[in-house]
């Protein structure tokens, strides 16, 4: 039960992420001011922005396995055998 439950809210957080990034090309919403706006160019375009979520997501998964890995191989166990002297 509680994979599915981890499932599901990584699903729905994933897609409202997506819906928030491509919902955010109306054009009468609050925008930035044109005249303050410095490089204005890609503001609205929310494919990099996107794509750079969508590829960081697997590769912070990676590297967390990659540091769990490594804790468990490089740790001492938790119950050492008992010595009997």
């Known amino acids: 039960m509680k994979r599915k439950l ?3 809210l990584a699903v729905l957080i994933v897609m409202l992420a997506v819906k928030y ?3 955010q090309s109306d054009m009468y919403s609050i925008n930035w ?3 303050s706006c410095i490089d204005c ?3 609205l375009d929310v494919s990099q922005d996107l794509a750079a979520f ?3 997501a697997p590769l912070l998964g990676v590297g967390f396995a990659l540091v769990r ?3 468990r191989h490089f740790s001492r166990p938790l119950l050492e055998p008992l010595r009997l002297n």
């Open 6 to 8: 981890l499932l599901f």
């Open 21 to 23: 990034a491509l919902g």
């Open 33 to 35: 001011d044109q005249e």
């Open 41 to 43: 160019s890609n503001s």
């Open 54 to 56: 969508l590829l960081s």
């Open 69 to 71: 890995w490594f804790g």
